[in-house]
């Protein structure tokens, strides 16, 4: 669905990843508790050279063939594509150090230790047929699946991994194979991300995070009892991006992944994340964004204002704050190319901006959005010279905005669906990093609700929010805020329940006990608005400044 001719860096198809399998063995130390094999990579290898790693490689026809499934001993829940995995990862774990985690055949007894050292460990060894002759099974019912990593798309040898887990075998020293794999040292998480961090422990991305992960666990079984129990299997593609000058990378999770998947999708690292407000960041070539210079806790690093077009014509979504520099650099920036300024609502960082920009460009360029409702604050007062109607589509050059009405953080808030490029602009309505306030009167969490829905059914790829980075894929990131929002209403209830009746202030350290104090003032706002729709709902009720729950 992407228009390639408005992607900035043009399109290189990414390597095909190769299937591959790493295990991490874990023991209990008695005097640092849980520690995880690694060992340095050879400095001459084609992919991580001199890195500490797990042991692993890629997938070899043999652990994909019916006698590997014959070798190996699995548990009901796993699946076959999980043996086949688990099995070549404890394939490597043996021909790379000559770590052997093997049932004797048909009892619960460990292989002998002696097997680890008898057996070929060669590549061509076919450990699957010697297991057979041996009597002996891999014991892939001992392992966990933890995670799953695929290579950046930008490097020129890719892997789709499987992270497993596994205890060491009692008996068992590591023999490193000298040729992909040297000095093996057994490591606290904690420690060699702090070597790391010195920089005498090199790593890769998905160690780095793999070993952040196991931080939390204190015993080799919990991190086992972990993997047998969640519910989802952790899967990134990471994707690169720059802060100051320096190469960054980033998982689906975390808040710039969006903005890297929008601007390259096919994973180049050419784009810079770090905030400024001195010029635009072109994120698509007919999408630009120019933050404005009023960062603070509730604006995060500031308001975005977007533009849409090409040269020959443009539109001007959230001037912003009545910010004289701001209007100087959007003026300068699209020039005699403006045709419409749009506002997605009246709060003061966001539409005072308008008029000052009409009068620097010095032509009669139209307003457009939605009046302020009668319950707006004074200082969000606004008139458009048009009023928008929901649905009405907006056009310039070859791209298409059309209009989408969504009440809930104020009741005059519009969003923008760029059709051609499945973009949404959602003002205030979704922000990257923090949810919005909603403040009653003029805000309501009904409305907000409902509005969230009519977004997530928009056929959108990606969201770009009036605060913080580029949200995406747009769909999930919808879904979760929705999911978060009634999360908060039911805390909400509880909190109500269990303490009330009370008054906001008696009642928002226990329904937002997750936020520091310093921000009570503010979650009142969205409190009160949760109240509202719980007395809608008819779940509570209000006496005055007190409320108090209904029903069961």
């Given at each position: 669905?992407i ?27 008695p005097a640092?508790g ?9 400095a ?39 043996r ?25 007894e ?10 070929d ?5 076919d450990?699957?047929a010697?297991l ?5 099974e ?32 009692a ?11 040297f000095?093996?040292v ?13 920089g ?10 793999t ?22 299997v952790?899967?990134?593609c ?16 975390e ?10 999708p096919?994973g ?23 933050t ?24 001007v ?53 939605l009046?302020?409702?009668p ?5 969000s007062?606004?008139v ?22 969504t009440?809930g ?21 979704v922000?990257n ?13 009904v409305?907000?609700l ?5 977004l ?27 999911a ?6 039911a805390?909400?209830?509880a909190?109500l ?10 009642l ?15 979650a ?6 949760h ?9 509570a ?7 108090t729950?209904?029903?069961?």
């Open positions: 669905m228009r390639r001719d408005k992607l900035l860096h043009g399109w290189r198809e990414p390597v095909v990843p190769r299937p591959a399998a790493t295990i991490l063995l874990l023991r209990d130390d640092e849980l520690q995880v094999l690694m060992t340095r990579r050879s001459t290898a084609s992919f991580a050279p001199g890195a500490y790693v797990f042991p692993g490689g890629a997938l070899d026809k043999a652990d994909a063939s019916p006698a590997a499934l014959t070798a190996a001993r699995a548990r009901p829940d796993q699946d076959e594509q999980h086949h995995f688990a099995a070549a990862a404890l394939r490597e774990a043996f021909e790379e150090l000559g770590v052997l985690l093997a049932w004797r055949r048909g009892t619960n460990p292989a002998d230790p002696s097997f680890a050292t008898t057996l460990r060669g590549h061509d060894g450990l699957y010697q057979e002759r041996e009597g002996l891999l014991a892939v019912d001992r392992t966990g699946w933890m995670s799953h990593w695929i290579t950046d798309r930008d490097l020129p040898k890719r892997f789709d991994v499987r992270f497993f887990v596994a205890p060491m075998p008996g068992q020293t590591p023999d490193p194979d000298g040729a992909e794999q000095e093996p057994w490591v606290h998480p904690a420690t060699g991300l702090k070597r790391h961090a010195e005498n422990f090199s790593m890769i991305f998905p160690t780095i995070r070993l952040r992960q196991l931080e939390r666990f204190e015993t080799a079984e919990s991190v086992l009892e972990a993997c047998r129990t969640q519910q989802k952790f899967t990134s990471p994707r690169g991006g720059r802060v100051a000058g320096k190469d960054t990378r980033y998982t689906e999770d808040m710039a992944f969006g903005e890297l998947e929008m601007v390259a096919d180049q690292v050419v784009h810079d994340l770090d905030w400024q407000s001195e010029r635009p960041v072109r994120l698509r070539t007919n999408v630009r964004r120019l404005a210079p009023n960062p603070s806790m509730m604006t995060g690093p500031g308001t975005n204002t977007y533009i849409v077009g090409d040269a020959g014509g443009c539109i979504i959230d001037p912003g704050p009545a910010l004289p520099a701001h209007i100087a650099r959007i003026a300068a920036e699209v020039g005699e190319d403006l045709r419409l300024i749009v506002c997605t609502h009246s709060h003061p960082d966001h539409s005072p901006g308008a008029p000052m920009l009409r009068e620097a460009i010095g032509r009669d360029v139209p307003i457009l959005g009046s302020s409702a319950t707006a604050r004074a200082h007062e606004f458009p010279d048009r009023e928008l109607a929901d649905g009405e589509r907006l056009q310039v050059g070859d791209s298409t905005l059309r209009v989408v009405h009440p953080h104020a009741a005059n808030h519009l969003c923008l669906v760029l059709e051609e490029d499945r973009l949404l602009f959602s003002g205030d309505h922000l990093g923090s949810t919005t306030v909603v403040d009653p009167p003029d805000g309501n969490m409305a907000y409902d509005s969230l829905h009519r997530a059914a928009e056929p959108v790829d990606f969201i770009l929010p009036a605060h913080g980075h580029v949200l995406g894929p747009a769909e999930p990131a919808m879904r979760k805020l929705i978060h929002r009634l999360t908060r209403e805390k909400v209830a909190a329940a269990r303490s009330g009746p009370g008054t906001l202030d008696e928002v350290p226990h329904a937002y006990d997750d936020v520091k104090p310093a921000l009570y003032p503010v009142k706002r969205s409190l009160l608005a109240l509202e729709k719980l007395v809608d709902d008819g779940r009720g209000r006496d005055g400044d007190r409320w729950a209904l029903g069961a």
